[in-house]
């Protein structure tokens, strides 16, 4: 599996990338004006709040490249300085099915209360799924089953001046993708599903994926979870889940003393989350926590 990647940045532990639906759109369109560019591959991606995580394909150079041309572009956004990049090889088949489905497992991952197929920001949904038809109508082409509206242009019809105002970018290799009513480049259009479709062959090989959680495993392996920093939202939904699955208890105010502490175990080994925010989120003493650690 040579020239294959899981790329990942450290999550903001103070600010958000995304804070709004035309943040996420931006960072969209950011994802194949830079791919382009450094001529690689997207087979999956996931844009988070706080971090992003791609798998891709092409030298390393060209990926390193890629990632740093990605986050500059981000930094109209936030502060990204002081987040770092991971950035793994990946060497085998296994792994890679892997690293796919736990980079489009994010969302539940965090608590969001969504399934990846409908999490808007990735590209759970795209493999696997009905060929989509076009039919075209003057400059604009109707799409039939697009998710963010019916009607999509072409790229290359917009003008030079909104193209630059959309793209950042002075790129015309863009322009035969197809841009939604929200002026946002279909994903459809440049990750490349077939190759993910290829790996799989199967739906039901990538809902597996996707399904199990081996993110303690991926963490300890390659070192990419424990530097990804999660904000208190994400990760409020996935406390309630703990909870239940742990202590059948509905709420982390339901629990005893002790079972928070159980608690603020678990979590420090699944998501590597430790200090002040640990504290917060169980509502535990800090002292106590850097002891039993």
């Given at each position: 599996?040579?020239?294959?990647?899981?790329?990942?940045?450290?999550?903001?532990?103070?600010?958000?990338?995304?804070?709004?639906?035309?943040?996420?759109?931006?960072?969209?369109?950011?994802?194949?004006?830079?791919?382009?560019?450094?001529?690689?591959?997207?087979?999956?991606?996931?844009?988070?709040?706080?971090?992003?995580?791609?798998?891709?394909?092409?030298?390393?150079?060209?990926?390193?490249?890629?990632?740093?041309?990605?986050?500059?572009?981000?930094?109209?956004?936030?502060?990204?300085?002081?987040?770092?990049?991971?950035?793994?090889?990946?060497?085998?088949?296994?792994?890679?099915?892997?690293?796919?489905?736990?980079?489009?497992?994010?969302?539940?991952?965090?608590?969001?209360?969504?399934?990846?197929?409908?999490?808007?920001?990735?590209?759970?949904?795209?493999?696997?799924?009905?060929?989509?038809?076009?039919?075209?109508?003057?400059?604009?082409?109707?799409?039939?089953?697009?998710?963010?509206?019916?009607?999509v242009r072409k790229v290359g019809s917009l003008s030079y001046r909104t193209k630059r105002e959309l793209l950042h970018s002075?790129?015309?290799?863009?322009?035969?993708?197809?841009i939604s009513e929200e002026n946002m480049i279909l994903p459809e259009c440049y990750v490349d599903t077939e190759a993910v479709e290829n790996i799989f062959r199967t739906p039901a090989r990538l809902l597996y994926a996707?399904?199990?959680?081996?993110?303690?495993?991926?963490?300890?392996?390659?070192?990419?979870?424990?530097?990804?920093?999660?904000?208190?939202?994400?990760?409020?939904?996935?406390?309630?889940?703990?909870?239940?699955?742990?202590?059948?208890?509905?709420?982390?105010?339901?629990?005893?003393?002790?079972?928070?502490?159980?608690?603020?175990?678990?979590?420090?080994?699944?998501?590597?989350?430790?200090?002040?925010?640990?504290?917060?989120?169980?509502?535990?003493?800090?002292?106590?926590?850097?002891?039993?650690?």
């Amino acid at each position: 599996m040579e020239n294959h990647w899981h790329i990942c940045t450290e999550g903001l532990e103070k600010d958000v990338i995304f804070r709004s639906r035309q943040d996420y759109i931006d960072g969209m369109n950011c994802i194949p004006v830079c791919a382009v560019q450094h001529k690689i591959t997207i087979l999956a991606f996931c844009l988070m709040s706080n971090h992003v995580h791609f798998i891709v394909r092409g030298n390393k150079v060209s990926c390193r490249q890629f990632i740093f041309q990605y986050r500059r572009k981000l930094s109209r956004l936030a502060d990204l300085s002081r987040s770092g990049t991971t950035m793994r090889p990946i060497e085998d088949m296994g792994y890679l099915m892997k690293a796919i489905g736990y980079v489009l497992r994010n969302p539940v991952s965090a608590g969001l209360g969504i399934m990846p197929g409908n999490y808007t920001w990735s590209s759970a949904s795209l493999y696997f799924r009905e060929k989509l038809y076009f039919r075209e109508k003057s400059e604009e082409t109707i799409h039939e089953g697009n998710r963010f509206g019916k009607t999509v242009r072409k790229v290359g019809s917009l003008s030079y001046r909104t193209k630059r105002e959309l793209l950042h970018s002075q790129t015309d290799l863009l322009d035969d993708c197809l841009i939604s009513e929200e002026n946002m480049i279909l994903p459809e259009c440049y990750v490349d599903t077939e190759a993910v479709e290829n790996i799989f062959r199967t739906p039901a090989r990538l809902l597996y994926a996707i399904s199990r959680n081996e993110n303690l495993e991926m963490e300890l392996d390659n070192g990419i979870l424990h530097k990804t920093k999660y904000s208190d939202n994400e990760l409020y939904g996935s406390i309630t889940g703990l909870c239940q699955e742990n202590f059948h208890k509905n709420r982390i105010e339901e629990l005893s003393i002790e079972q928070r502490y159980s608690l603020a175990k678990i979590l420090h080994k699944k998501y590597g989350i430790a200090g002040k925010q640990l504290s917060r989120l169980t509502n535990t003493d800090l002292a106590i926590l850097k002891k039993i650690l």
